[in-house]
């Protein structure tokens, strides 16, 4: 089955400073790469996900890039403010099917 | 759009009875829906996948009769937790799919199940 293993586990940037995180997948099938954050006893949010057919997609502060080849994607997050803080899990699934997630890491954006 | 509630919430329960959680999506029909189990400041654990009017899948090491999931239509799940015991405690989530992309999954805000 589907192994992702996300770096760090946890991260602490200095407000206004870039955060990446990086995951790497098993399943060469793998074809759907979502990003979820998750608040202290709240549900995980979606807010980017990636197919395979691209290689980058941006939405505002938030950036998410592919490489098919070598089997990671990565989260980059621009100018940090301290609401950033969290946990954020990525994800990969085959399309249509079930989420491998990975082990999360915790952000914190120190003011 | 795209909203998916759980109930309830919190529940606390005594040792060996049963404890039932719902999962709704509010404003679409969710083809698939999901159970996920999360420790603390752990990853979300994919439990079991369940469609529309079918048995669920289970992932590998949940025991299905302990976990009894139900798809009974297009908006609600519903997840028994049977003969509860103090390590069944966890923070329960549920997910579903079906809006637009059969591939993102929108999730519940959980139920958090204390067993004393």
């Known amino acids: 089955g589907e192994n992702v293993e996300q770096h760090p586990s946890t991260l602490s940037v200095q407000e206004g400073d870039s955060a990446v995180i990086k995951c790497t997948y098993s399943d060469s099938a793998s074809n759907y790469f979502p990003w979820y954050k998750q608040e202290l006893g709240k549900r995980p949010q979606l807010i980017i996900d990636?197919?395979?057919?691209?290689g980058e997609k941006k939405d505002q502060r938030i950036a998410v890039t592919l490489n098919k080849t070598a089997k990671h994607f990565s989260l980059h997050i621009t100018e940090t403010q301290p609401e950033d803080s969290a946990v954020y899990f990525c994800?990969?699934?085959?399309?249509?099917?079930?989420?491998?997630f990975g082990g999360g890491t915790r952000v914190l954006v120190k003011p | 759009g795209a909203v998916v509630s759980q109930h309830p919430s919190r529940v606390i329960c005594k040792s060996g009875t049963s404890v039932k959680i719902e999962c709704r999506s509010l404003d679409f029909q969710a083809t698939t829906m999901f159970w996920y189990r999360q420790f603390p400041k752990q990853s979300l654990m994919l439990m079991a996948t369940s469609n529309e009017g079918s048995k669920a899948t289970y992932e590998q090491g949940v025991e299905k009769d302990k976990f009894l999931i139900n798809h009974a239509s297009l908006t609600l799940s519903t997840l028994t937790v049977t003969s509860a015991h103090p390590e069944d405690s966890s923070f329960y989530i549920c997910?579903?799919?079906?809006?637009?992309?059969?591939?993102?999954?929108?999730f519940g805000p959980g139920t958090r199940l204390t067993v004393l």
């Open positions: 997910s579903a799919s079906g809006l637009g992309s059969t591939d993102t999954q929108y």
């Open positions: 990636i197919r395979s057919n691209v």
């Open positions: 994800a990969a699934s085959r399309g249509g099917n079930k989420l491998t």
